[in-house]
């Protein structure tokens, strides 16, 4: 499956931002999907992660209460709704999809990745 994120930019603090990412070339509704983010000089960072159905999902601490993910499977999307942002939120983030796996499945688990969108939040 190849994956396309859109979405970011530059916001505010306390700003909000909808990430959408767009899968083609397999089927969407089998792959449980994630979004990842990279800070400058950090590793890449586990997100929120959402099951095939959209019903179950995992949150990173740090976002909880904050971001929402969703996905529509007629669309192809997955989509990350990024409310309150902070600062420390700027990264480039990347959706990624794992076929096999959960929403509980570590990184090296997602095999498929899309290029990242730069989020930048500004204090």
């Known amino acids: 499956v190849q994956l396309q994120a859109f979405g970011g930019g530059l916001v505010q603090a306390g700003g909000s931002l909808r990430l959408s990412c767009v899968a083609s070339?397999?089927?969407?509704?089998?792959?449980?999907m994630g979004w990842f983010r990279q800070a400058p000089g950090k590793e890449r960072e586990f997100v929120v992660s959402?099951?095939?159905?959209?019903?179950?999902?995992n949150y990173a601490d740090s976002v909880k209460g904050r971001f929402t993910v969703s996905r529509d499977n007629d669309k192809n999307t997955v989509y990350l709704q990024m409310d309150s942002l902070k600062p420390e939120d700027t990264a480039v983030y990347c959706c990624?999809?794992?076929?096999?796996?959960?929403?509980?499945?570590?990184?090296?688990?997602?095999?498929?990745w899309g290029q990242g969108t730069l989020v930048t939040v500004s204090s």
């Open positions: 959402i099951s095939r159905s959209g019903v179950n999902t």
């Open positions: 070339g397999g089927t969407f509704s089998s792959y449980t």
């Open positions: 990624a999809a794992t076929l096999y796996g959960t929403i509980h499945s570590p990184l090296a688990d997602f095999r498929s």
